[in-house]
């Protein structure tokens, strides 16, 4: 029994790498696709499309089932998650994600360039010029299908702050809106305004906090020409140092930001509850987070909550809104089944399934041909957020972007706790990124 | 210790049979990676990005720009800090007092005072972190805000605060048994005759330990430090659990530092580098270790 | 522990002053007694909150008194993903533990019935190898999974982790079989038993202690680990509760914390067991230190 044991013990081992490597394609019978998504909305969205699919599918004579793999992760877990999958050669077909997760995997070879495809689909051509020069990479491929468009606006409670008697027209600088930022903190004593920062919000921190900011200081952050990333200019200072006066004031709710899950006890409890009214926010709050199926529901939220564009922060700029944050579909490289996983993705960003999807997380449609089909036309936030999106400013993405958005991440930590201000958090992120970055993607 | 008949035991084939598979399994899940994460650390892999497409081999970058970066002196810093108070003056110190008082002989009740302590390490670290994420909670009620209530102090956020005396104390509370565990059984070779007849000399229980049980176990002490130096030095789970290595980085010890560098920032090639420093420094303690426990093959 | 007294004389101080107590022995005893009340309570009171938000049908993250329910171990057993996580625990646990019980005890035999050349070195390696924490080889260890195709699958992680705690058992074992003594075995081949026979019949049934205590070290710090199967699987189908809890804890959305903690002592029940069963096996030797899991 024991001599058994030793030789299957031994011969396994040796055997496994042999035995896992050759698992092979099967020609002939039904496609499957594997379809991952990490948001349970989303998955709750598409998982009442697949069928839809499969039917239409079948209809052109096509045998192919689609299995949703939902597993709920935070973006930093799916970032790590999603890098060893593909990498190990065991990630889905298609993958639902942020669009800012894209650029590192597309660099590594992990996505398939969909440039062929998109060629030869009509529908792209109905796409808005922002999203597709968005979705396009350093080195002219796009290997991405967005399927949403964001746009970052500042959220606000006008109920709470018309019952503090506080001016809720656009401020038309960040100066106009601190005044009133501290006459609501004066009133409640608490913070008053949700700017994701440090680490603990991870991604949200950069695409919902940082980007949208610098983007519209008018200063280059990242130069698609050249592929490199500036990281000391006048904006980046002035974006620091908003962040270090907004902390100081004590507008920020700092022990929050720091907590794990920074979101829960200010997205969902005090901006739902008013004592923090002010956040700023991507088009998805509409439904994903304050929507009657949202994480934290908030009671007519269409009357409730209004939102701004961003002050202007430089002097000679104008108020502006932020496009980007939104969802994309890749494809895995290693697919076996790439048209279908192509066909998968436009589909779902198409049509009547596209404006579902869009209501279900509160996201405006990045291409034409949408506007007027149910449900998404009754819904005048998001129908004024695809219209916004068409002057918006594109927020800045490249090769490098997680490792940038690490280093801001790491700059607003040090704000928060109190280890650096505006110019010490500047030349910290400067020095960080430039570690990160390594010597090619960094502007002489 | 040698087995008589040994010698006239035909090796060979059985030998290889039945030592095979544990050099098998050891050679190849923990000795492999050790070598690979050496080779890895010479190069500049990556697993996301355009450079991840061809891994270069950047000789000793890696190195030189990890003993040259404050983040990760730091967290070797933090590392450090943590083993000495946890591990060096914690455990051992409240280790030491349970296997003293548990050794009282007029000592009632002392199955459920051994069990209470020992809970703590018989418990997994996800439940252990968990347990003190509750007491921790900067809520009004969390339980140690009830706590400082009574004192009348006011609530506080203390994994912000005090976050690295946080993971200090939950390390401590983790590693008592351990200790208790490996000072009963040095206490055990203490006789019995020597303490008392200090005592009827009119010693105090202090001087006691201090002149008298201290100087006959001071080797088996000695060898617990070593050991759990190195099995703090190894933490992850718990304080990962806890606090994720911030705020900032002021929890980031060196096996969180590792993790982020290679699995979040994907920067393989740099956190094996970091790798390869940890288990230098291991190494070096553990051969003490070897050497000083005198054990006999 | 409750062994250490029970050996030892009476102590003569106990003899002569068996009627009434000086007040100073008193007052220093009461002294002892409230140190080690508050090194228990120091232990014991961070549980309370899992074993009151357990039975509590509106649990927080906080202690309260709890509206008594079961509920929340109902749901851990019906709900979708819950009993899976169980279920992986045990399987990985389970297997790892066996594995590394059969394959030690090989070796052990080996180690210990057999002169060969760099058997000292071996014991020595191993013993060091002992002392390298996953920290300082998991990013290595992950890539080399992935290059053998052992990533994101129980076999890869049962093999690892029956690795990882195989150096400890090799050097439990071999103590054990050590205190063996060889005649019996040899004894046995006089009366026509063969090699693999003598030590079926000779060695496996003495060997129990130490399989015992190996058992509970190895399948402690199986069911324990969270660092490997974080890092190799990705899958949540094959997550242990170790990974479950985690994921939960720090979930985006509202955390449900009645099923948390239920899970959580779920999760701490069968080392528990384990613990209480075998710890008698513990032996305390000279590898004493290296036994820590």
């Known amino acids: 029994m024991r001599n058994r044991a030793v030789i299957a013990m031994a011969a396994s081992a040796l055997v496994v790498s042999g035995l896992a490597a050759c698992s092979g394609g099967d020609a002939g019978g039904p496609v499957t696709i594997t379809l991952l998504e990490y948001q349970q909305a989303r998955a709750d969205a598409v998982q009442e499309l697949i069928p839809e699919f499969e039917a239409a599918m079948a209809a052109k004579g096509e045998d192919v089932e689609v299995e949703l793999v939902t597993d709920v992760l935070t973006d930093s877990q799916f970032q790590t998650k999603i890098t060893q999958q593909l990498h190990s050669g065991t990630a889905p077909d298609v993958i ?3 669009g800012s997760h894209v650029t590192g995997l597309a660099g590594a070879g992990y996505l398939l360039a969909l440039d062929d495809h998109l060629a030869d689909w009509p529908g792209w051509a109905e796409y808005y010029p922002q999203v597709k020069a968005q979705a396009q990479q350093t080195d002219g491929h796009t290997y991405s299908l967005p399927h949403e468009a964001g746009v970052q606006s500042i959220f606000y409670r006008k109920d709470v702050l018309e019952g503090l008697g506080v001016d809720t027209s656009q401020p038309r600088t960040w100066d106009d809106l601190i005044g009133r930022l501290k006459a609501i903190t004066a009133k409640t004593g608490q913070p008053s ?22 983007a519209g200081t008018g200063s280059t952050f990242y130069d698609p020409n050249t592929g490199t990333w500036t ?40 901006f739902p509850e008013g004592s923090l009214p002010v956040v700023a926010q991507g088009t998805w709050g509409w439904r994903y987070d304050w929507g009657p199926e949202g994480a934290a529901p908030i009671e007519d939220v269409q009357n409730k909550v209004a939102t701004w564009d961003y002050p202007a922060l430089v002097p000679g700029t104008e108020p502006y809104s932020v496009s980007g944050g939104g969802f994309a579909y890749g494809v895995n490289a290693e697919t076996e089944h790439a048209d279908a996983a192509v066909e998968l993705a436009q589909w779902l960003s198409s049509g009547s399934a596209l404006a579902r999807q869009l209501v279900a997380i509160g996201a405006a449609a990045p291409r034409s041909g949408i506007s007027d089909l149910e449900p998404y036309k009754d819904e005048p936030t998001l129908l004024d957020a695809e219209e916004k999106l068409k002057t918006s400013v594109d927020a800045p993405e490249g090769d490098g972007a997680d490792q940038v958005s690490q280093a801001a991440q790491n700059a607003t930590e040090q704000i928060l706790i109190g280890k650096a201000d505006g110019a010490g958090a500047a030349s910290s992120f400067a020095s960080d990124a430039a570690d990160l970055l390594g010597p090619g993607l960094v502007a002489k | 210790m040698t087995s008589p008949g040994a010698a006239r035991v035909r090796q060979g084939g059985n030998l290889a049979l039945l030592l095979g598979p544990s050099v098998l399994l050891i050679g190849v899940f923990v000795v492999a990676p050790t070598g690979y994460g050496l080779y890895l650390s010479f190069t500049n892999t990556q697993l996301t990005g355009f450079a991840a497409r061809n891994p270069q081999y950047v000789g000793l970058d890696n190195y030189s720009y990890l003993l040259g970066s404050d983040d990760f002196l730091e967290s070797l810093g933090h590392t450090g800090n943590f083993v000495l108070w946890s591990a060096i003056i914690g455990q051992t110190v409240l280790g030491m007092l349970a296997a003293l008082l548990l050794g009282r002989k007029w000592l009632r009740g002392k199955g459920l005072f051994g069990a209470a302590v020992l809970l703590p390490m018989v418990v997994p670290e996800v439940v252990a972190s968990l347990t003190w994420a509750s007491v921790l909670s900067p809520r009004d009620d969390g339980t140690l805000n009830r706590l400082i209530g009574l004192f009348g102090a006011g609530p506080v956020a203390a994994l912000q605060e005090a976050p690295m005396l946080c993971i200090v104390v939950v390390n401590i509370w983790r590693g008592i048994a351990f200790a208790m565990i490996m000072f009963q059984a040095a206490l055990e070779d203490v006789p019995d005759e020597l303490v008392e007849a200090s005592r009827i000399d009119g010693a105090s229980a ?14 088996p002490v000695f060898l617990y430090l070593l050991l759990t130096t190195i099995t703090t030095v190894g933490v992850f789970g718990l304080v990962y659990f806890l606090t994720q290595g911030g705020p900032g980085a002021a929890t980031q010890l060196t096996s969180i530092y590792i993790f982020e560098r290679a699995f979040q920032y994907s920067q393989i090639g740099l956190g094996s580098a970091a790798s390869v420093i940890l288990l230098v420094v291991l190494l070096v303690l553990g051969l003490t270790y070897v050497r000083l426990a005198k054990v006999d093959v | 522990m409750t062994a250490t007294a029970e050996r030892v004389a009476p102590p003569r101080q106990y003899v002569r002053a068996r009627g009434q107590l000086p007040a100073l022995t008193v007052v220093q005893r009461t002294l002892q007694y409230v140190l080690i009340a508050l090194v228990a309570l120091f232990c014991v009171v961070p549980f309370a909150w899992v074993v009151l938000s357990a039975v509590d049908a509106d649990a927080g993250p906080t202690v309260r008194t709890p509206a008594f329910t079961l509920t929340n171990f109902v749901r851990f057993f019906t709900e979708a993903g819950t009993p899976r996580l169980l279920f992986n625990s045990l399987v990985i646990a389970i297997a790892a533990t ?31 190898i002992r002392v390298i924490p996953a920290p300082a080889t998991f990013v290595a260890l992950y890539l080399l999974m992935v290059k053998i195709h052992l990533d994101d699958g129980y076999l890869g992680l049962i093999l690892v982790e029956a690795a990882t705690a195989l150096p400890v058992t090799l050097w439990l074992l071999k103590g054990t079989i050590d205190a063996i003594p060889f005649e019996l075995e040899e004894a046995a081949w006089m009366d026509g038993s063969t090699r693999l026979g003598a030590i079926r019949t000779i060695v496996l049934p003495l060997v129990g202690p130490g399989l015992g205590a190996a058992a509970m070290l190895t399948f402690m710090a199986v069911w324990g680990d969270f660092l490997t199967p974080l890092v190799l699987l990705q899958s949540p189908q094959l997550y242990p509760l170790s990974i479950g809890l985690f994921r939960a804890f720090s979930a985006f959305n509202q955390v449900d914390w009645g099923v948390l903690a239920a899970s959580a002592l779920i999760y701490m029940v069968p080392p528990t067991i384990v613990y209480v069963l075998l710890r008698r096996y513990l032996l305390r030797s000279s590898l004493g230190g290296a036994l820590k899991g």
């Open chain 3, 98 to 128: 066996a594995l590394n019980l059969a394959v030690g005890l090989l070796g052990a035999y080996a180690l210990s019935r057999f002169r060969f050349r760099g058997r000292r070195l071996f014991m020595f390696s191993i013993l060091l």
């Open chain 1, 231 to 270: 990281l000391s200019s006048e904006g980046l200072s002035a974006t620091f140092d908003l962040y270090h006066e907004l902390t100081q004031a004590g507008l920020l709710p700092v022990q929050d930001l720091l907590n794990p899950n920074p979101w829960e006890p200010t997205k969902y409890v005090k």
């Open chain 1, 96 to 98: 639902d994600m942020g």
């Open chain 1, 193 to 214: 305004m949700l700017l994701p920062a440090g680490t603990a919000w991870g991604g949200g921190t950069w695409s919902e906090g940082f980007l949208p900011i610098v």
């Open chain 2, 206 to 219: 202090v001087q006691v330990f201090r002149y008298v049980t201290l100087p006959l176990i001071r080797g």
